[in-house]
């Protein structure tokens, strides 16, 4: 069935470091593509998405491109804060209209 | 006011018993949800509610049953709570259950339920 693989976690890092965190699909059609964020002691919250091709979501300085040739929807963002520890899910919303989630990449970012 | 609101926030109890979770979303959606969040963090869906009407039912043991009194509420009871049911459940709700609005979740915070 239509997935998302994204890499193992726990990513420890430093303020103001490059963060990226790989998110690939199986889909049989043309899914849309999202990356949520859970906050310690929260629930889960849309970050992001894409509905097609090409297309780039961004939010929060995060940014995220559709990549259908790689079947990749990577998020990165440039100059991480302390504030930005959570774990974060890529998904994707596939034919069956499901939203399907991605195991969580914790990331911890350092002072 | 919170959107989606689910009690308790931490649920510990012994093994065989009998326990319920509620939800209530104050956002006028038709769905509901619940996700059940392992030690992981690998977030899984077990149901889904539309206007009341069960639309999702994934591969979940009979011990677990929800119950949606109306469109703003979803329960889940559990019954015989085993070792392996100790995770964070998560209620959420979306406008309705269509493709375009669906992927808009609303996530409760998490019920932290432990077995022992």
């Known amino acids: 069935g239509d997935s998302v693989t994204q890499m193992e976690g726990p990513v420890t890092l430093s303020e103001e470091a490059f963060l990226t965190i790989n998110c690939t699909y199986t889909a049989t059609g043309y899914p849309s593509l999202f990356w949520y964020v859970q906050y310690p002691g929260e629930g889960l919250q849309l970050l992001l998405k894409?509905?097609?091709?090409?297309d780039k979501g961004s939010n929060k300085g995060f940014e995220a491109t559709y990549r259908k040739e790689t079947t990749s929807f990577h998020l990165e963002k440039g100059s991480v804060q302390v504030s930005d520890s959570a774990v974060y899910f890529c998904?994707?919303?596939?034919?069956?209209?499901?939203?399907?989630f991605g195991a969580g990449t914790t990331v911890t970012v350092r002072a | 006011d919170t959107a989606v609101s689910q009690t308790p926030k931490y649920l510990v109890t012994q093994m065989g018993n009998d326990k319920s979770i509620k939800c209530e979303q104050n956002?006028?959606?038709?769905?509901m949800y619940w996700y059940k969040q392992d030690s992981k963090k690998f977030l899984k869906i077990m149901f889904s509610y539309n206007n009341k009407e069960l639309i999702i039912n994934e591969t979940v043991p009979n011990r677990f049953s929800p119950k949606s009194p109306d469109k703003a509420h979803l329960n889940l009871h559990i019954n015989s709570l085993e070792l392996g049911d100790s995770a964070v459940y998560f209620c959420a709700s979306s406008q309705d259950a269509s493709a375009t609005t669906n992927e808009k979740l609303f996530f409760g915070s998490g019920t932290q339920l432990s077995v022992l």
């Open positions: 894409a509905t097609k091709a090409d």
């Open positions: 998904a994707l919303v596939p034919n069956d209209y499901k939203l399907s």
């Open positions: 956002l006028g959606h038709d769905t």
